[in-house]
């Protein structure tokens, strides 16, 4: 039986609280111990301690915890907040009839591939980051182009004159790397996918990686460019910088209660209820 659980919540948004505090009494009645604290807080001391991490938002609640949970064993149960998300597992609906299998822990666990960037060269030097979706090299000046250099496991690949460079997770396939065009990978993945956004005189198309490889990311332009994980955490990089990008050896956990569900089913399902929304707010 579940013993201890944490609830993750976004700051700021009354429906993603009040069901943080539904989801708290519920499992505080079933003599869970519980604690609540917001996502974009510092790690919570009940990070360490808990057995399942429930996510009251939306998926960047999700991402959000996945680099807070990055060292620590605990699956993450993603319970949605308005629109369809792509790594929220249940609606507010749905957690409540499922609460018994919760508390029993009838679920199983699937392992996400993360992707680590470390900034080697340049003056921020020694910056580290781990992400679920994907690692962002973009321009930091609106119309202006960046010049990313790409090398492969040492070799060099290409020098893109670019909006950005994207190295996207299984995950973070049906992210931002989508929409610039890049190909649809399944979550248990092992493979890292680099795309160019918008590239002129260069490879146009995403590669796709061994398990093993090493990217690195080097900035031409002399008015450097943004790095951004998981379109959330920015720093800025210096003209010269140089990122490496690779598996990370953590991975993201996520407790799915219904794992023989299709992936493919699902996907058509969101991207077909995103489209629907778009066409709606046009």
């Known amino acids: 039986m579940l013993k201890r659980a944490l609830v993750l919540r976004p700051g700021g948004m009354g429906p993603a609280l009040a069901l943080a505090d539904r989801i708290a009494e519920a499992f505080a009645r079933a003599d869970v111990e519980v604690a609540v604290a ?14 399942l991490i429930v996510c009251a938002g939306g998926d960047g609640t999700v991402l959000r915890t996945a680099r807070l949970a990055v060292s620590h064993d605990a699956p993450i149960l993603g319970v949605n907040m308005g629109r369809l998300g792509f790594l929220t597992g249940l609606s507010p609906d749905g957690f409540f009839r499922q609460l018994d299998r919760i508390l029993a822990r009838d679920w199983e666990v ?20 781990h992400g679920l979706n994907d690692i962002v090299l973009s ?24 909006d950005g460079m994207i190295v996207a997770t299984p995950t973070g396939s049906t992210g931002y790397s989508l929409s610039a065009g890049g190909p649809i990978l399944a979550p248990v993945e ?14 146009g198309r995403s590669l796709v990686l061994e398990p093993s490889a090493v990217v690195t990311l080097s900035v031409g332009s002399e008015e450097g460019a943004i790095l951004t994980v998981d379109g959330q955490e920015d720093a ?14 953590h991975v993201a956990r996520f407790a799915l209660l219904d794992p023989s569900s299709s992936f493919y089913g699902h996907l058509a399902e969101r991207l077909e209820v995103q489209l629907s929304s778009a066409m709606n707010d046009g």
């Open 110 to 129: 699937e392992r996400r591939l993360m992707v680590a960037g470390t900034v080697v060269g340049g003056a921020e030097a020694g910056l580290a980051f």
């Open 139 to 162: 321009r930091r000046s609106p119309g202006r182009p960046v010049y990313v250099e790409l090398d492969v496991d040492g070799e060099r690949v290409a020098r893109y004159r670019c």
């Open 236 to 249: 800025p990089l210096a003209g010269g910088a140089r990122v490496a990008v690779r598996a990370s050896e």
């Open 190 to 203: 092992r493979h890292l996918v680099v795309t160019p956004v918008s590239a002129h005189l260069a490879i």
């Open 38 to 51: 917001d996502v974009w807080g510092s790690a919570p001391d009940a990070l360490a301690r808990a057995e």
